[in-house]
C-alpha cells in the first residue's frame, strides 16, 4: 500500500512558476512509477507526466518545455516544477503511483489556479 500526500498548490499569475511536491510513503517506494494527472473545471482528468524507477520521464504535449517532473528515492519523493503556466493549466493536480500498467495509488490533489 502506497499513501500520497501532495502539497505546493496555490495561486499564481499567468507566467508564473509553482513547484509541487508529493510524499509518499509504503515500502519499496524506488520501484514505482510516478506520475501526475490533472482535471481542469469541466474537463476530464488528464495525464501530466510521469517518471519510472529508471529516472526516465515522459510528459504531455500541452506541458513539454514548461513542467518537469523528477523524484527522490532517497526521500520518497516525488516533484513537479511548472514554469510559463498558463491559465489553462488551472484545475486539482494529483500525484499517482504504480507497479503495472496503470496507476493504483492516487493522493487527495492540491489546487493550482492560474490567473490571466
Known amino acids: 500500500q502506497v499513501q500520497l500526500v501532495e502539497s505546493g498548490g496555490g495561486l499564481v499569475q499567468a507566467g508564473g512558476s509553482l513547484r509541487l511536491s508529493c510524499a509518499a510513503s509504503g515500502r519499496f517506494f524506488s520501484r514505482y512509477k510516478m506520475g501526475w494527472f490533472r482535471r481542469a473545471p469541466g474537463k476530464e482528468r488528464e495525464f501530466v507526466a510521469s517518471?519510472?524507477?529508471?529516472?526516465?520521464?515522459i510528459s504531455a504535449d500541452s506541458v513539454k518545455g514548461r513542467f518537469t517532473v523528477s523524484r527522490d528515492n532517497a526521500k520518497n519523493m516525488v516533484y513537479l516544477q511548472m514554469n510559463s503556466l498558463k491559465p489553462e493549466d488551472t484545475g486539482i493536480y494529483y500525484c499517482?503511483?504504480?507497479?503495472?500498467?496503470?496507476?493504483?495509488?492516487w493522493g487527495q490533489g492540491t489546487q493550482v489556479t492560474v490567473s490571466s
Open positions: 517518471i519510472m524507477w529508471t529516472g526516465s520521464t
Open positions: 499517482v503511483a504504480g507497479d503495472g500498467p496503470t496507476y493504483e495509488f
